[in-house]
């Protein structure tokens, strides 16, 4: 799937931007297994970051660490430069929103009701209040409406606003998430597989919108398998490999380090693969995955060769 129809939308470089989302030595143990295993990053003020990484790397789990649905065993994350309790309400308040792997939108709701629900912690009218309808609670639904009809239209669904979510097509119900998200006010937007399951137009959408949230000022973190996807979107990019952060640099640092090539097509643990080294077969693996490499520096080595 290429993705070279749209530009890349330059950001100022990181050094003089502040640092909104900062991870400190970010550990998740299950029992004995480690998900995530001492991950440090930082995110500067309108800068995207892609995070990379096969099956299993931890990405998700990261994610879940960040956004409070997880305890981390250890680690701290910030926002801001103030610690964020492990609690989804406490870190949405605090000003970060994500979008799920799976879409969690709320079928029998219309759309601009789904946005609405986004705005929920930035109103402040109590059960009484809601429940005899009174001005204050007026006054905030009026607002919400509006603002979700703003939202709406900045993601394309202004003439979708009173469908139910379940009948929207798959690549609406992502761009309605995404609304949904920017509903709460936040500074750190977190994209989890945003262009998955989508066609090239589709996934030429997502970055275009996902370049626009940038010029709203707001940062923004997205996991993807979509590599050229991630290489054209970003900034920076960090790839995780069990768990761990494998490598960290611009995308085309990342493009080309043998080892993140190692981590998609394997290979054993004592043993750099150089781009010298490649079969045909990793070749056609690493396209697949997104991965530039020069198919005429491919070995003619056989799978039994290895």
């Known amino acids: 799937m290429s993705t070279a129809a749209v530009p890349h939308a ?42 990379i990484g096969p099956n299993g790397a931890g990405k998700t789990t990261f994610f879940n660490c960040l956004t409070g649905m997880y305890k981390p065993t250890s680690g701290e994350v910030t926002l801001g430069g103030r610690a964020l309790p492990p609690r989804p309400r406490a870190v949405v308040t605090a000003g970060m929103a994500r979008t799920f792997q799976n879409i969690r939108l709320f079928g029998n709701m219309t759309a601009l009701e789904n946005v609405m629900v986004g705005r929920y912690c ?25 603002r979700g009809r703003e939202l709406l239209r900045f993601v394309g669904l202004d003439d979708k606003a009173d469908h139910l979510a379940r009948n929207l097509p798959y690549g609406e119900q992502r761009r309605l998430e995404i609304a949904r998200a920017l509903a709460t006010e936040p500074q750190v937007v977190l994209l989890d597989e945003p262009t998955a399951g989508m066609n090239p137009r589709e996934t030429e959408e997502a970055m275009r919108l996902i370049f626009r949230i940038r010029e709203l000022g707001m940062a923004v973190v997205v996991i993807e398998h979509d590599m050229r996807f991630i290489f054209t979107l970003c900034d920076r990019v960090l790839c995780l490999v069990r768990g761990a952060l494998l490598v960290e640099g611009s995308p ?15 290979g054993s643990e004592d043993d750099d693969i150089s781009a010298d080294e490649l079969t045909e077969e990793d070749v056609e693996v690493l396209h697949a995955e997104g991965v530039d490499v020069e198919p005429s520096r491919t070995s003619a080595r056989s799978e039994n060769g290895r």
């Open 10 to 51: 330059d950001a100022p470089s990181s050094p003089g931007r502040g640092v909104v989302l900062e991870a400190r030595n970010i550990v998740m143990r299950f029992g004995g297994l480690t998900a995530v295993d001492d991950v440090s990053f930082q995110v500067h003020e309108g800068e995207i970051v892609g995070l």
């Open 252 to 266: 085309a640092q990342v493009q080309s380090d043998p080892r993140v090539i190692e981590a998609y097509i394997g």
């Open 122 to 146: 930035r109103t402040s009218s109590m059960a009484l209040t809601s429940i005899l309808r009174g001005p204050k609670f007026r006054r905030e639904e009026r607002e919400s409406i509006d």
